[in-house]
């Protein structure tokens, strides 16, 4: 690494250590830990000064003291409450590689999306684009950056200590890793593809409108093939280190990811973000479309009256790049449908049932378990961001 880069990366894991988690679940150490582990793996150095300035930036999106490192710091306690002798700065480099898969998808994602800022920073095709002033050009070395993250992150098993991880270990790790990235591909194609809803030459007209698409179902696999596949990546990870076996912790998993998403879906509309609404579909936005199509009417409005409100909303969520007027009409139209406190009540369903497959597990330590149990349900409905 550089001497300009090396200083960045120091400067940004101070700025890291001065801050506390943004969500006090996550225990302090493990979370300063995950971003130590990220920079040491995960940022190179470059000679050329422009690769070297998208390495920082790249950095800097890394390393910013909102990440919430829920998952490293979940899997560090599902571990210690099973009774293990492996040194908590192993656990934490494990877990890391879970915050590495997550760094490199958000940004595919947000090249993908056309996303101009994640976490108060431009995003990297962003700063790129003002860098070079070629927006293809950008988007291209985004990509490849990205793309190389992913390469770099197998440095982070492959790094793991013997003594505790055999070889077969470590490639069980790296299998159960390349598993799951192949189901967040399939998960973001489901998501990408949220504006096609709707078509029906695709196949894709939903139930409620006449067609055969079960839109809650696309939804849930969406989400099931990226958030509850990393939480899922929890339980493999926790069933190679230690002597568990079993597939309750990566039930948990599953289920406690969805939670999260469909949180986080709900999160975004009370906060007013509004890409969701671009992209076409979520748990939120299906629920208001259904309930508006479906309603028989009331004494504030006639069924008629609802199916035409509900038509605007669909006319919003299929366009594929709607402005700033539709996606303020389109969100002040959900609002008023019960959709969020719905799409609320499923995430705590799914919580409870994540928790109830905590039960079927035989831990050393019970008091760990219900320390568990209080992360889920923060994770899954309780946070605010």
Request: net charge negative; proline share 3%; no cysteine.
């Amino acid at each position: 690494m550089s001497a300009s880069t090396r200083e960045h990366v120091d400067n940004l894991l101070e700025q890291v250590v001065e801050e506390q988690p943004p969500l006090d679940i996550v225990d302090e150490d493990v979370w300063a830990g995950v971003s130590e582990n990220m920079a040491g793996f995960l940022v190179d150095e470059k000679d050329d000064s422009l690769l070297d300035s998208m390495e920082q930036h790249g950095a800097r999106l890394m390393l910013s003291p909102d990440q919430k490192r829920i998952r490293p710091g979940i899997f560090v306690e599902l571990v210690e409450a099973l009774d293990t002798d492996i040194p908590e700065d192993e656990l934490v480099q494990l877990a890391s590689s879970i915050e590495g898969i997550h760094f490199y998808t958000k940004g595919m994602d947000d090249i993908q999306d056309g996303d101009s800022e994640r976490n108060d920073y431009l995003t990297l095709h962003a700063f790129l684009e003002e860098e070079l002033g070629d927006e293809k050009l950008a988007v291209n070395m985004a990509d490849n950056y990205f793309t190389d993250i992913k390469n770099r992150n197998d440095r982070v098993i492959s790094d793991l200590d013997e003594e505790y991880f055999s070889a077969d270990e470590r490639e069980s790790l790296r299998d159960a890793m390349r598993e799951v990235e192949g189901e967040l591909v399939e998960g973001q194609n489901l998501d990408l593809s949220g504006n096609a809803i709707g078509d029906e030459e695709l196949g894709l007209r939903p139930n409620y409108l006449g067609g055969e698409l079960d839109v809650l179902k696309r939804n849930l696999e969406g989400n099931d093939g990226k958030t509850a596949a990393l939480f899922g990546l929890i339980g493999s990870y926790v069933d190679i280190a230690t002597d568990y076996d079993g597939d309750d912790i990566e039930e948990w998993g599953r289920k406690a990811g969805q939670a999260f998403q469909i949180h986080d879906d709900v999160l975004d509309l009370e906060n007013e973000r509004f890409s969701d609404l671009k992209e076409g579909h979520t748990v939120p936005i299906y629920v208001a479309e259904r309930y508006l199509h479906t309603h028989p009417g009331d004494e504030e409005m006639s069924e008629e009256e609802y199916t035409r409100i509900g038509e605007q909303l669909t006319d919003i969520i299929q366009m594929e790049q709607p402005g700033d007027k539709e996606l303020e009409k389109a969100y002040d139209i959900i609002m008023e449908t019960p959709a969020l406190e719905a799409s609320e009540n499923m995430a705590k369903y799914l919580t409870n049932q994540a928790n109830d497959s905590l039960d079927e597990v035989d831990w050393e330590s019970e008091e760990d378990v219900d320390k568990i149990k209080y992360m889920t349900e923060v994770m899954g409905y309780m946070r605010e961001k």
